[in-house]
T-cell receptor, first 113, second 115 residues
Framework: GNSVTQMEGPVTLSEEAFLTINCTYT??????LFWYVQYPGEGLQLLLK?????DKGSNKGFEATYRKETTSFHLEKGSVQVSDSAVYFC????????????FGKGNQVVVIP | ETGVTQTPRHLVMGMTNKKSLKCEQH?????MYWYKQSAKKPLELMFV???????ENNSVPSRFSPECPNSSHLFLHLHTLQPEDSALYLC??????????????FGPGTRLTVL
């Protein structure tokens, strides 16, 4: 079946540091890949997406590249801000086209001033 | 109101109570979803509605009963819940539920605590 794996544990870093959150996936077909962000007290928001191999999604300084050969979609940001503190979820859409999402467990990111 | 709204934002209930969660979307979408978000677990899709018809039920216990009276409103009726049902319940909507992926828009969730 389809599944998404995110690195374990929260991520704590200082302002202006480089952020990487790893995401790998398993899928039987060719899914689209997503990063969602959940700020405290809010629902999930789509941060970026990529729909085919080698696509790069980007938004608000975040980037992720769809790597089919390593089945990965790692999230990166070059210089984080305190306002980036949130939970980040990697997800894939069912390649069968039924609009279902499979989510990873999420990573809490805490940015310290 | 814009986007997807959920009420109440917080709910505490005993195991013998009956309560309902409400979701409303103001986006003109045709599909609505209930998810359960528990600590240290991936989001779990519970139910999917398309044009007011339930199209998916992911082995959810019968103590959770969804209702979709129209394409803008979705309810989750709760009765005789267990403490392990305590979680954040998220509602989402999308333009359609099938075909090429449509972005899902999420509400802020209802934080449910079962005593």
């Amino acid at each position: 079946g389809n599944s998404v794996t995110q690195m374990e544990g929260p991520v704590t870093l200082s302002e202006e540091a480089f952020l990487t959150i790893n995401c790998t996936y398993t899928a039987t077909g060719y899914p689209s890949l997503f990063w969602y962000v959940q700020y405290p007290g809010e629902g999930l928001q789509l941060l970026l997406k990529a729909t085919k191999a080698d696509d790069k999604g980007s938004n608000k300084g975040f980037e992720a590249t769809y790597r089919k050969e390593t089945t990965s979609f790692h999230l990166e940001k070059g210089s984080v801000q305190v306002s980036d503190s949130a939970v980040y979820f990697c997800a894939l859409s069912d390649p069968g086209g039924n609009n279902r999402l499979a989510f990873g467990k999420g990573n809490q990111v805490v940015v310290i001033p | 109101e814009t986007g997807v709204t959920q009420t109440p934002r917080h709910l505490v209930m005993g195991m013998t109570n009956k309560k309902s969660l409400k979701c409303e979307q103001h986006l003109g979408h045709n599909a609505m979803y209930w998810y359960k978000q528990s600590a240290k677990k991936p989001l779990e899709l519970m139910f999917v509605y398309s044009l007011e018809e339930r199209v998916e039920n992911n082995s959810v216990p019968s103590r959770f009963s969804p209702e979709c009276p129209n394409s803008s409103h979705l309810f989750l009726h709760l009765h005789t819940l267990q403490p392990e049902d305590s979680a954040l319940y998220l509602c989402a909507s999308s333009q359609n539920s099938r075909g090429a992926y449509n972005e899902q828009f999420f509400g802020p969730g209802t934080r449910l605590t079962v005593l």
